[in-house]
């Protein structure tokens, strides 16, 4: 069985069909790769999986379940965390500020709690210093915990995104375009801890736009074009295929 199922997942936006009919399975383990075109369906796709906008019709299944009409909340505490294309990190917080706060965000205690600081209170304000320290390692920017974020790189908010993502423990992460507006050096940086996440037991599913770096390191890839899966195969396959040359790859 694959961990996420999508059966004729299908999105419209009035006349505009963004997603259509699309059936594709992601599988435990591996980093799946979704290409195409802007405008393609790509990151709506992301959103009818994580619950950010009910499809149309069609439907979507995550570790045997039915998840279709489950809100995003509900499907983030299921065990998927998910990135989005322009990341809203408070620029005047440190970056270990940013992930504290995202995460306590997401696993949200109770006003009661956190207006009469009450042991439990205090207890997840513990949890969550110790849960950003360690996501800050994993992501590498340890050295960087204290800098303002409006201080650090381009690449490096690309890295406090990969924690606020990670910081929930999911079982697995969507990215969307995670090295977009990033120099080539820094796209393998972000390649090798995607890398290091699958090593780690974490299933990732990324959109992309550098073709290079999607076809070192995917397992599979789905190529979207006007809202309809186009192809799907292994990269070599995906690179061999006359329909994604005339489509996408640009013959
Ligand atoms: P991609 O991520 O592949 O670039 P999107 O999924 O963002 O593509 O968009 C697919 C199509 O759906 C585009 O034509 C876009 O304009 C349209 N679209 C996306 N979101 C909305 C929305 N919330 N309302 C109306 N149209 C939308
Ligand atoms: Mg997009």
Redesign the pocket.
Known sequence: MAFVETKKLT?K??G?T??NNVDFKIEKGQITA?I????????????LISGF?PPTSGTVIFDGQDITKVPSYNIAKLGMARTF?TTNLFETSTVLDNVIVGYRLRTKSRLFDAVFRTPREKREEKEALEKAIEVLDFVGLTHLANRQVALISQEAKKRVAFALALATEPKIVFL??PAAGINPEETDGLAELMNKMKDNGITVCT?EHKMAMIMSIADKIMV?NQ?MKIAEGTPEEIQNDPVVIEAYLGG
């Open positions: 999105k936006f009035g505009l963004a997603v979704i195409g075109p802007n405008g393609a369906g790509k990151s709506t796709f992301f959103n906008y294309q969307d375009e959109i979207l809202g």
